[in-house]
Antibody
Framework: EVQLLESGGGLVQPGGSLTLSCAASGFTFSGDGMSWVRQAPRKGLEWVSGITGSGGSTYYADSVKGRFTISRDNSKNTLYLQMSSLRAEDTAIYYC????????????WGQGTLVTVSS | DIQMTQSPSTLSASVGDRVTITCRASQSFTSWLAWYQQKPGKAPKLLIYRASSLESGVPSRFSGSGSGTEFTLTISSLQPEDFATYYCQQYNNYPWTFGQGTKVEIK
C-alpha cells in the first residue's frame, strides 16, 4: 500500500525558514517523480515544486522560485521541501504527491502538513 | 503560464442527476488534463487523466472528454458520495496549473 506521510509544518514568523519532509513507502520511490502541492485556507490547489525520480531535475512555481528548494533522498525514501524567506501568503496545507508513472498527475497524496506564517 | 478556468464555480444538483463541469484553458493543448475530487479535510483524489482515462478504482459514472481549450468532466448519475469539490489540472506545460474548483452541492 502506497503511503506518503508529511511532517515539519508549524508556525513560523515572516522571513523565517522551515523544512518539510515526506516519508514514502509501498512503492519504488526512486522510480517516480514527486511534487509538493499546497492549498491556502479555503482556497484552491497550487502546484509548488516537482522533482524527477533521480533527483536530477527540479521545477518550481514562480511564486516560490529562489525561496524554496525541493530535494529527495532515495536511500531514505524521503522527499523534502526547504522553505525560506517565508511570507504570509505561503500559509497553506502542503501536500506531497506522487506522479502516476510518466504522467505528471498525482495518483497518491499525503495527508498534508499545515504551515502558518504569522508574527 | 496556462490559466485554467472552471465553470460553474458552484453547482446544485440532486442524486441521480447528470452533471457536467467545464474547464477552459488559456492556451490550446491536446490531452494533458486531469480531474480530481476533494472532500472537506481530505487530500484530492485523482479521477481522470489524459483528458479521458479513468483512474483505477474510480466508478465508471465519471468520464472526461475534450481537447484544445475546452475539457469536461461528466458524472452520469450523481451519487451521495459525489458531493465534493472538483478541480481540473493541466500538465502540458510547467508550471502545472489547476482550475479554481467547482463545488457540487446538494439541491
Amino acid at each position: 500500500e502506497v503511503q506518503l506521510l508529511e511532517s515539519g509544518g508549524g508556525l513560523v514568523q515572516p522571513g523565517g525558514s522551515l523544512t518539510l519532509s515526506c516519508a514514502a513507502s509501498g512503492f519504488t520511490f526512486s522510480g517516480d517523480g514527486m511534487s509538493w502541492v499546497r492549498q491556502a485556507p479555503r482556497k484552491g490547489l497550487e502546484w509548488v515544486s516537482g522533482i524527477t525520480g533521480s533527483g536530477g531535475s527540479t521545477y518550481y512555481a514562480d511564486s516560490v522560485k529562489g525561496r524554496f528548494t525541493i530535494s529527495r533522498d532515495n536511500s531514505k525514501n524521503t522527499l523534502y521541501l526547504q522553505m525560506s524567506s517565508l511570507r504570509a501568503e505561503d500559509t497553506a496545507i502542503y501536500y506531497c504527491a506522487k506522479y502516476l508513472g510518466p504522467h505528471h498527475v498525482f495518483d497518491y497524496w499525503g495527508q498534508g502538513t499545515l504551515v502558518t506564517v504569522s508574527s | 503560464d496556462i490559466q485554467m478556468t472552471q465553470s460553474p464555480s458552484t453547482l446544485s444538483a440532486s442524486v441521480g442527476d447528470r452533471v457536467t463541469i467545464t474547464c477552459r484553458a488559456s492556451q490550446s493543448f491536446t490531452s494533458w488534463l486531469a480531474w480530481y475530487q476533494q472532500k472537506p479535510g481530505k487530500a484530492p483524489k485523482l479521477l481522470i487523466y489524459r483528458a479521458s482515462s479513468l483512474e483505477s478504482g474510480v466508478p465508471s459514472r465519471f468520464s472526461g472528454s475534450g481537447s484544445g481549450t475546452e475539457f469536461t468532466l461528466t458524472i452520469s448519475s450523481l451519487q451521495p458520495e459525489d458531493f465534493a469539490t472538483y478541480y481540473c489540472q493541466q500538465y502540458n506545460n510547467y508550471p502545472w496549473t489547476f482550475g479554481q474548483g467547482t463545488k457540487v452541492e446538494i439541491k
